[in-house]
């Protein structure tokens, strides 16, 4: 399993060219130079304080592919092979260090291939812990993971195989959802968990080493599992009761206002508010009801609506309906088929979820659609997902599991040769045209294009063979103990 879900990360990591996606060329930048400069792949600029200077394949790989538009593929960027500039768009504290040190050794002359490397890294990466967390108890989490592949396809297969700093943030939070609830689940079993703490503890370290806000994600999402697991079966108001559930209120609150801050402090590039705000001006109240009637806009933002890249990749809707249907049915299937006290707690975190996109826009009078993207409340919206499909108490039944993975793998492979098409022809080209014949870009080295294509959309479509084909009557309409 952990060979086939590589496989299909890794198909991802060629699939876009270097700077492919958002804010690349910032994190390239922050990779290649460190603070302090990173000879001889790049030096402090004599001249300019605080500057660098370093290849623009690694500085400012994507500029010529969005000035040019969607229909123009990567052949641009043979233009700037061996050009260097000076830049000061690196990292002085806005992310965590960690991610960018950790991938600064795959740093080499050649900045596509150093690139490769390091999205490759990630890939093997996922496949090994997120495969380590659902083998932990098979039983339980196989639910989990299939509704994780359906939410992932295509943008959090994306992200994770790219160098977007969010790789490791949406990595972490799989893993620290599944193993804290592992763990929990199955406390009075030293041998599940032992192994799965440590996981989630390593998936901690994960996330918090690569976007600050991320471990407030995690406290958010434990929070909730403990609620979850600890939930009283009959409610006495007393005084314990009250000063219980008002501590979960206020620390929820707290966790609340403070992921929101963060989300926006980690935003690397801004557009002026001032444009947007005018529309609004009175009171924000015109504002948070267009806001509101927006946030569905938003959330198919998680399933490909807005695109791919620095979302010039448009997709079909075909793809990204084939992921909100597919993730529609799963969590359909897990709130009908848990405790009444539990479809409260799940629809709680729904309005959670909800409430802290709209706070985020209406602190800077921010329209939904204009400046925050989906993919930072991305990582709590999966955590949401792995809970209310571990905590059902039926498995997934077969029609369910086989509806899902057409949807699925429908998603994952249109969206896989979108991509691809978008640099190595640019999308004024058909679809059904080869990928490998004629092609304006690629790269030197790897499979070719309609080879990366067929191995992603093959091994995506294994993975749920193998997952379907796992003993233990996984599929039974037997109760969850």
């Not at 990567?74 to 700037?80: L, P």
């Not at 806005?94 to 490769?116: I, K, M, Q, W």
């Not at 996922?126 to 299939?146: E, H, K």
């Not at 998680?302 to 890249?309: A, H, M, P």
């Amino acid at each position: 399993m952990a060979l086939l879900l590589f496989l299909t990360f890794a198909a991802w990591s060629f699939a876009s060219a270097v700077g492919g996606s958002p804010d690349e060329d910032y994190v390239l930048t922050s990779i290649w130079c460190g603070t302090e400069g990173n000879p001889p792949h790049c030096r402090k600029d004599p001249i300019r304080p605080n500057a660098m200077i370093l290849p623009i394949m690694a500085a400012e790989p994507s500029l010529c592919l969005r000035q040019l538009g969607q229909d123009y593929s990567a052949a641009c960027q043979q233009e700037i092979y061996g050009q260097e500039i000076s830049t000061d768009l690196f990292n002085q504290g806005l992310y965590p260090n960690t991610y960018l040190d950790t991938l600064r050794v795959f740093v080499g002359s050649d900045v596509e291939a150093s690139v490769v490397k390091m999205r490759i890294f990630n890939s093997f990466l996922a496949a090994v812990l997120i495969t380590v967390a659902v083998s932990l108890d098979w039983r339980r989490s196989a639910d989990s993971f299939i509704a994780w592949l359906v939410v992932a396809a295509p943008v959090t297969i994306y992200f994770i195989a790219s160098l977007n700093a969010s790789s490791w943030t949406l990595i972490g939070t799989t893993c620290f959802t599944i193993a804290t609830l592992t763990a929990l689940k199955n406390r009075s079993t030293v041998k599940i968990w032992l192994p799965a703490t440590v996981l989630a503890l390593v998936s901690i370290w994960l996330t918090n080493a690569s976007r600050s806000e991320g471990i407030l994600t995690l406290a958010i999402i434990f929070v909730a599992i403990i609620a979850f697991e600890f939930k009283p079966t009959t409610i006495v108001f007393n005084v314990q009761t009250v000063v219980t559930a008002l501590s979960s209120v206020v620390a929820l609150a707290l966790l609340y206002f403070r992921l929101a801050d963060k989300i926006k402090s980690a935003i690397v590039f801004r557009d002026s508010v001032e444009e947007y705000s005018g529309e609004f001006a009175i009171g924000g109240t015109n504002l948070l009801i267009n806001n509101i009637l927006n946030l569905p806009r938003f959330f198919m933002g998680f399933f490909g609506r807005w695109g791919l890249g620095w979302f010039e990749i448009e997709l079909s809707p075909t793809i990204w309906l084939s992921s909100l249907e597919a993730t529609l049915i799963v969590f359909a299937y897990s709130l009908l088929r848990s405790s009444k006290s539990e479809k409260k707690l799940l629809l709680t975190l729904c309005i959670f979820l909800c409430s802290a996109v709209l706070y985020v826009h209406q602190k800077e009078l921010v329209p939904v659609g204009i400046e925050n993207q989906p993919r930072y409340f991305l990582p709590l919206f999966l955590g949401i997902v792995i809970i209310a499909t571990y905590r059902k108490n039926q498995s997934f039944p077969k029609w369910l599991l086989r509806t899902v993975a057409i949807l699925a793998i429908v998603a994952n492979s249109f969206a896989l040769r979108e991509t691809i098409r978008r640099y190595t022809t640019g999308q004024d080209v058909l679809t059904s045209k080869s990928l490998n014949q004629p092609f304006e870009w690629w790269w030197k080295f790897g499979p070719q294009p309609e080879t990366i294509w067929l191995v992603g959309t093959l091994t995506f479509i294994f993975l749920f063979i193998l997952i379907g084909a796992e003993p233990k009557n996984r599929y039974s309409s037997k109760t969850h103990d």
